[in-house]
T-cell receptor, first 115, second 114 residues
């Protein structure tokens, strides 16, 4: 499978714990995005990487959230001191560097449940 | 401000019928729209996009129509199949942002009855 892969697919944690999600984009894609989706809603933009550079962050991304893409390939999204409001599906997407298109290739998501 | 919304939250059709999913937007300066399909338990999948210099764009069994006068777009699916059952989102770029930073509508759940 050469699509975007995310790990873990499901994570249940207790409030206050830290969690980390990993995303492996399509190999030739140098743009990588994180979105968050809550039940019954569309995805919401969190952050964007061009290669290893984090070029944009949404104000939804509080200081408890940190995303990295150290070598311009895989990315991690860490949430510190999780809160129940962090429960959501965290979606990673990637796209090619050329052009200005809205065609993003999404992974199947990492579902977080905070108890 | 910009917003993307759906007229109907659910749509149920018979297999073989045509489906029409509607979407309204509020920003008259919006010039690019995208439709995504999200099957249960999966991430969104790009279907088709349209720029404001076009009124209509066709893909495989799908057609998107854009009416800039009333700020409305629709996704038409011909000969709907059970595999088309999913949530459909219209999306547009954040105002002033590049096309990767998308604002998604709430979505329409399409159910195809055999």
């Amino acid at each position: 499978d050469t699509g975007v892969s995310q790990d873990p697919r499901h994570k249940i944690t207790k409030r206050g714990q830290n969690v980390t999600f990993r995303c492996d984009p399509i190999s030739e894609h140098n743009r990588l995005y994180w979105y968050r989706q809550t039940l019954g809603q569309g995805p919401e933009f969190l952050t964007y990487f061009q290669n290893e550079a984090q070029l944009e962050k949404s104000r939804l991304l509080s200081d408890r959230f940190s995303a990295e893409r150290p070598k311009g390939s895989f990315s991690t999204l860490e949430i510190q001191r999780t809160e129940q409001g962090d429960s959501a599906m965290y979606l990673c997407a990637s796209s090619r560097g050329q052009g200005n298109t809205g065609e993003l290739f999404f992974g199947e998501g990492s579902r977080l449940t905070v108890l | 401000g910009e917003s993307v919304g759906l007229h109907l939250p659910t749509l149920s059709v018979q297999e073989g019928d045509n489906s029409i999913i509607n979407c309204a937007y509020s920003n008259s300066a919006s010039d690019y729209f995208i439709w995504y399909k999200q099957e249960s338990g999966k991430g969104p999948q790009f279907i088709i996009d349209i720029r404001s210099n076009m009124d209509k764009r066709q893909g495989q069994r799908v057609t998107v129509l854009l009416n800039k006068t009333v700020k409305h777009l629709s996704l038409q699916i011909a000969a709907t199949q059970p595999g088309d059952s999913a949530v459909y989102f219209c999306a547009e770029p954040h105002s002033g942002g590049s096309n990767y930073k998308l604002t998604f509508g709430k979505g329409t759940l399409l159910t195809v009855n055999p």
